[in-house]
């Protein structure tokens, strides 16, 4: 069943005759009456499987507000079913459901009874909010959620008005003034006690905070919730009163695009004190409080866990000393506590990343990429001094992304006695090399092996002194922390204070408080203080000068990309003569996207430091047929790190368009033994023919690997391409302007056009990163009857807008979403629709979405799989021609593994036989059949206020 609200016309399909059956008869059960039958199972054979073989139409008559509506159950063999929602869940976190109201809710129950059908019941008391309609008697308001036969949830409920306001009947007039849909009738003050969320952020700021608190809030309220914002973190909570804001829908307006945290942040005395969580209990108690989430850092939410577990004696003592009465206590014996990470060190543990690391790692890269010109020009040598006390994520991440000389961080403190002496030599040999610059990047904390602070200004005096170098020390301070929220800790923050407010609605008195974390690319949810200790071992295994151990507490990357790091930084001569295996040709096929020449460089670096000859093969395969090809040095790719587009050209021509035995013929006359082809669905498709034709062509009988790279994220076999990351920051950054302009002309809704070819991913999750209105998406297309909800929505959403506010808002639509419904097709809807209300314009991004230089996601990404590539490839050195048949390659395989696709699963990088892929793949649209973040859109919804629920029907 679909989310829209406001639907009369449901179509459900089932494979089953059984279920289709029992479908007709349940919602009979519930006073649908049979109006129409058509088709008939006996011609089934003669019917095209794709078509419908029965159909039953059954109708049902609503009564004011409600509507009538009709469902169309479809017998047919290509049904979407659905899987059975889990028993163990609470049903009302599920993403959709049709809300049925019914003045009988025993009735419904006793249905439900007499069918033995499971179903779940809530009870409350009544309530208002901003969202949900008041209810005018003293009722207790009663949901049953249960589900039809097949699968589809379905909520019973007495309330009168059973969804949010936002789902109130609409009545266009000409023209529309935004007094005549006002919601001014609706009250917004609460009636009873509902459950109430306090939120605060704390510790050091962090970018992302902002859109953590946002979806806190808008989730919250549609969840029938009351939340308040808490300012200057626990000083707020301290010191109560007017620190202590209720907030409403629009209090959060235009919070995803801001930088640090607009409700203030504080290193807080008091709290650490029992007098200072005895007056925060107080305040909390007198606001009618009983839920926390905290985002912040480790202290913050140790802080959290503290006044929760001193909770039952804090009221005791507050109702001794008389300031609270024992009823006041009453209904807030437990206290939920819950922590979202949000802290630029990337400290915590029991989650990949937290809030705020990323985009600090942004002004980290846009400070280092600056600095190196200007190093490059004098031929300096700068240290630089970021962030992270116990942390050394944001150094090494800054190095790899920025390929910075040398990095020192707390976990990992050089090995030597005489470390200076060694960097000095690693920091000649690169200048021998012909480098004009010199960059060391050092962590707040680092230390060397017995502890010692490392700091900048010896590491320049070394520099100064021992190499004669020109130097000079940037400590980038606070810079790091300001500063917009990239894309992904926006959406970072907005999945996990989604969660947040679901942890918060599931917790018991007996479940530990949680914290919301990111595991593998997915939203976790895991006991707090298992890991704040955990995140304490951290600082505990350093001061014991247990590096080994400090650095096994930290994420499984961190491991990986600081070998990486060395390996494609750091010139080993010792291997640079050995080997010469593998040959590998280099090619960019397709369009350029972030992240080509950072894999290249570190491809070319792991290569020449394992003794392997990497060569260029410039304009792709067209290059190859032109002889246009050479072998890459160490110093022909510094600088390539932060370099966007492709340093070697790409070319659209696949090795379809071309002459494949010339392709053959060439690789064999260049004694290219291994292949690495970084590109879109191109470089994919590439890759399928040449593994097709190996049986005619041994040239192909070589390992031979895709590294996709695109901006549209369509490759099959990997969760993210290179760079679409990029792309997402530069689509945000525009859009952010646009909405700015938007909002400073009142009452103007852009349609900005996105690319993704037939993938909707960069639509949708720049969507959710700008706090779009709406989403269009090749996935789900365009039609009339969503334009009109859409446009529905808008007068809605226009006409609670209070007169003379900002109101820009945005609308994001893939350029294949729809051949009919272009982008100026839907902004001249708009316009004419919106009659005066708002009006409309159009924007489309073009290549400004292939970004300039690359993201650092995108760079880290990229150093890290180019790495893996290269081991990929290696394992088969072992394997050299041995048919005497067989003059080239001189490596050969035809197993299926050789021709493969590496990928990013979660967090974990897989290698795909491109063989294997095939069947995921829809090869008309150019993507894979499966996509991760296709649900996300519905969240894009729900953050825009679209309401979650469809108003069905006036029941029995
Ligand atoms: N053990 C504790 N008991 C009570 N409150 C605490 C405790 N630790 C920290 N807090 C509260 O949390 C606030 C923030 O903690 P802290 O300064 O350690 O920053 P953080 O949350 O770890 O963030 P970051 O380290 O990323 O800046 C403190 O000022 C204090 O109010
Ligand atoms: O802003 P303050 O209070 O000086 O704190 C700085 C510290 O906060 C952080 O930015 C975040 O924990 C650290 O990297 C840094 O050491
Ligand atoms: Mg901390």
Redesign the pocket.
């Known amino acids: 069943m679909s989310v829209i609200e406001g639907l009369s016309h449901i179509v459900l399909t089932t494979s089953s005759v059984e279920k289709y059956e029992s479908t007709v008869q349940f919602y009979s059960l519930f006073g649908y009456q049979p109006i129409s039958q058509v088709g008939s199972r006996v011609l089934s054979n003669e019917v095209s499987q794709f078509l419908p073989r029965e159909e039953k139409v059954l109708h049902l008559f609503g009564k004011p507000p409600t509507q009538d509506i009709t469902i169309r159950i479809v017998l047919t063999t290509n049904a979407n079913e659905k899987e059975p929602l889990p028993e163990e869940k609470d049903w009302r976190l599920e993403q959709s459901s049709l809300v049925s109201a019914t003045k009988n809710i025993v009735d419904v129950e006793s249905i439900l009874e007499s069918i033995n059908l499971k179903y779940q019941k809530y009870t409350y008391p009544n309530e208002s909010d901003s969202l949900v309609a008041p209810l005018s008697a003293d009722l207790v308001h009663t949901e049953i959620y249960t589900h039809d036969p097949l699968n589809n949830l379905i909520t019973f409920t007495n309330k009168p008005i059973p969804i949010s306001k936002s789902i109130y009947p609409i009545k266009p007039i000409s023209p529309i003034k935004q007094q005549d849909i006002s919601s001014s009738n609706i009250s917004t003050e609460p009636k009873t006690k509902k459950k109430r969320i306090g939120m605060l952020t704390?510790?050091?700021d962090?970018p992302g905070m902002n859109a953590a608190v946002r979806a806190v809030v808008r989730v919250a309220i549609s969840r029938g919730c009351d939340v308040y914002a808490i300012y200057e973190?626990?000083e707020g909570l301290v010191n109560g009163g007017d620190m202590i804001k209720k907030f409403g829908w629009a209090d959060v307006r235009g919070y995803l695009a801001i930088g640090g945290t607009l409700i203030g942040s504080?290193?807080?005395?008091?709290?650490?004190e029992r007098e200072?969580?005895l007056n925060s209990a107080y305040n909390m108690v007198k606001n009618g409080i009983d839920a926390l989430i905290v985002c912040?850092?480790?202290?913050?939410?140790?802080?959290a866990d503290?006044?929760r577990s001193e909770w039952p004696g804090l009221l005791d003592e507050l109702i001794k000393e008389g300031r609270i009465t024992a009823e006041e206590a009453a209904p807030h014996k437990h206290l939920t506590v819950v922590g979202l990470v949000?802290?630029?060190?990337n400290?915590m543990s029991s989650t990949d990343i937290?809030i705020g690391a990323v985009s600090s790692l942004h002004r980290i890269c846009e400070a280092v990429d600056s600095i190196s010109a200007t190093a490059l020009s004098h031929s300096r040598a700068f240290v630089i001094e970021v962030m992270g006390?116990n942390c050394g994520w944001l150094a090494l991440m800054a190095a790899v992304s920025t390929g910075a000389d040398f990095v020192f961080i707390p976990e990992r403190p050089p090995a030597s006695d005489d470390w200076e002496s060694e960097m000095c030599e690693i920091l000649n040999k690169h200048r021998k090399l012909g480098k004009r610059k010199t960059i060391v990047i050092v962590a707040e904390g680092a230390i060397d092996k017995n502890l010692k602070p490392i700091k900048a200004d010896y590491i320049k005096e070394l520099l100064s002194n021992r190499m004669k170098l020109d130097t000079r020390v940037t400590t980038l301070g606070h810079t790091q922390r300001g500063g917009k929220p990239c894309s992904f800790d926006r959406n970072l923050a907005t999945l996990q204070g989604v969660e947040a407010v679901h942890a918060v609605l599931r917790a018991t008195s007996d479940t530990p408080s949680p914290m919301i974390g990111v595991r593998q690319n997915k939203i976790t949810c895991e006991p707090l203080m298992k890991a704040v200790g955990l995140t304490r071992q951290v600082a505990e295994a350093i001061s014991r000068k247990d590096f080994r151990r400090a650095m096994e507490l930290r994420d499984p990357e961190f491991s990986e990309d600081y070998a990486a790091y060395i390996e494609t930084t750091i010139v080993n001569d010792e291997t640079l003569s050995k080997n010469k295996c593998l040959r590998i040709g280099i090619l960019h096929i397709g369009a350029p996207a972030g992240g080509m020449n950072p894999a290249t460089r570190a491809v070319v670096r792991y290569s020449l430091n394992h003794g392997h000859t990497p060569v260029a093969v410039y304009n792709g395969f067209d290059g190859l047929l032109q002889d246009n090809l050479r072998e890459l040095s160490w110093l022909d790719v510094d600088g390539w790190a932060a370099k966007g587009g492709s340093e070697l050209g790409t070319h659209k021509i696949i090795v379809s368009d071309l002459d494949i035995g010339m392709i053959a013929y060439q690789l064999q006359k260049h004694r290219i033994n291994s292949l690495l082809l970084i590109g879109g669905f191109e470089a994919y498709s590439s890759l399928v023919e040449l593994n097709n034709y190996r049986n005619q062509y041994p040239a192909f009988c070589i390992p031979m690997v895709c590294l996709p790279a695109t901006i549209s994220n369509n490759v099959p076999g990997t969760d993210f391409s290179l760079g679409s990351d990029t792309s997402l920051n530069a689509i945000v950054e525009s859009c952010d302007a646009i909405k700015q302009s938007a909002s400073a002309s009142r009452r103007r809704v852009f349609v900005v056009e996105v690319q993704g070819g037939q993938s909707g991913y960069l639509a949708v999750l720049a969507g959710l990163a700008v706090g779009a209105t709406n989403v269009y998406t090749p996935e789900e297309g365009v039609s009339l009857k969503k334009l009109q909800l859409d446009i529905n929505h808008l007068i809605r959403r226009y006409g609670e807008d209070k007169q003379g506010t900002s109101s820009g808002r945005l609308v994001l639509r893939n350029e294949c979403a729809s051949e009919t419904y272009t982008t100026d097709v839907i902004a001249n809807i708009f316009k004419s629709e919106g009659r005066g209300l708002f009006d409309s314009r159009t924007s489309v991004l073009g290549h400004i979405q292939q970004g300039g230089a690359p993201s650092p996601t995108d760079r880290i990404r990229a150093t890290r799989l180019a790495v893996r590539c290269v081991k990929f490839l290696e394992q088969y050195t072992s394997h050299p021609s041995s048919s005497e048949k067989v003059v080239f390659p001189s490596i050969y395989t035809n197993t299926k593994d050789s021709a493969a696709v590496i990928g990013i699963d979660g967090a974990q990088v897989i290698f795909t036989p491109v063989a294997d892929l095939l069947s995921e793949t829809d090869m008309k649209y150019r993507k894979g059949k499966k996509a991760w973040w296709i649900n996300i859109k519905e969240l894009v919804e729900i953050l825009s206020k679209w309401g979650k629920f469809i108003l069905s029907f006036l029941l029995i």
């Open positions: 704390s510790g050091g962090s973190g626990y504080a290193r807080c005395k008091a709290f650490r200072g969580r912040g850092g480790d202290g913050s939410l140790t802080g503290v006044l949000g802290s630029i060190d400290d937290t006390r």
